[in-house]
Structures are given as structure tokens and as C-alpha cells.
């Protein structure tokens, strides 16, 4: 079997060149009939699963992730096929991935600059379905600096366009925060780092549709249910 880092080592040719270490854009990872495979099971799942946030709403596989670890659930195969796809890249340092947010991104609504933190492997990997949208990058406040306005610690830009995988690992991930703005569109400018791989030029103008997300991660710290029900 390749090992895991000689299969990433596949995806230089994917590195944004202009971003800090490391970002890959993989364009046109999954074919149209995948994302139409994906996108009907997304919305063939029960209400229940749903959970409404201000400016998105989202689903959980895999189980809830928690500093004392998670208590894995079942991933269903829908989208255990893709964790095994993007783990066999070498994303997850040979692990497999074992969480799955799905998040649904109206036209107009986005997600405040964040970090994904502490309890995940440090790589997250992102497929799109349904629309493109632009993830910005942020410097964080660091501690006893004046507050910044959000516009001065803003760095780069990614445009990601549907169908396609995002995997962002060291200063992309561990360093700065990311986050998406609330709106109908975007005009694209040269801060837009990945134009070219993404098949775009400064100037375009995207009008965002509705935008369904796989944020696929690998949680290292999993507890077994015996040991939560206090079974021997």
C-alpha cells in the first residue's frame, strides 16, 4: 500500500502558491452526478437532523466532539464513501476521517471568522455542493493588541467553486481564522488568490446560489460506548 504522504504529495500540483502553507484547491473533485447524489441525500434526512444557527443551518455525523473525546456514531454511507476517498489522499496523517458537518448556506448568509480548534486532526477538508461561495482569511487579534477592525486583519481570499475540494493544514489552518460574509454576490479582485485554478479573473462578478457544504475532519479522541454506559 502507498504510504499516506507519497498519495499527498499527488496533490502539489493542487497547492495555491499564493497562500500561506498549505492550501489545496482541487477543482471538479466529485462529477456533477456525484454532487446530485449528494445534495438528494442531504435533504432525504430526517428533520431531526437539522440544526438552525443564525446564518446557516447544518447536520452532524460522527458524533459530537469534546475535549474528554467523542462518542463515535455511525456515518452513513452516503458520505462514509467520500471520509475514505479524502482520507486515502493522506489528509488525516493515515487516519480516516470520522466527522462530518453539512452546512447550508442560503444567498446572504455566511459565518463569522473562526477557528476550527483543538479537538480535530489540524486539516480540514471542505467539498462544495450547489454553489460557489469566497472563504476569507483573517490574522487574528493577538492578546493585548488594540482591537482591529475586521477589514484591517483581513489577508487573502479563496473562491470555491462547486464540485470541488478545499484541504487547508498548517499556518491555513492552526494560525489564521476563516470565515464567510453574508452576500447575494461577489466581485472578484486579485486578494482572490486562486482565480486561475478556480477559473476565474479579477473583475467577474458570482452570483451566489445555495451552497450545501461537507466539512469532512478526522477527531483523534473517540470514546467507546461501553465505557460512557459503564459497561464491562
Known sequence: MEHPACILEELKRFVVKDAPQTAYYVPDFISEEEESYLLQQVYKSPRTKWTQLSGRRLQNWGGSPHPKGM?????PDWLQAHCEKISSLGAFGGQTANHVLVNEYKAGEGIMPHEDGSLYHPTVTTISLGSHTLLDFYWPVAEGEAPQTEENRYLLSLLVRPRSLLILQDHMYRRLLHGIQ??????LTDRVVNLSAAGARPGDTLTRGT???LTIRHVPKVMKTKLVLGRK
Open 71 to 75: 462518542l463515535a456514531e455511525r456515518i
Open 182 to 187: 453574508g452576500r447575494d454576490g461577489d466581485s
Open 211 to 213: 451552497r450545501v457544504s
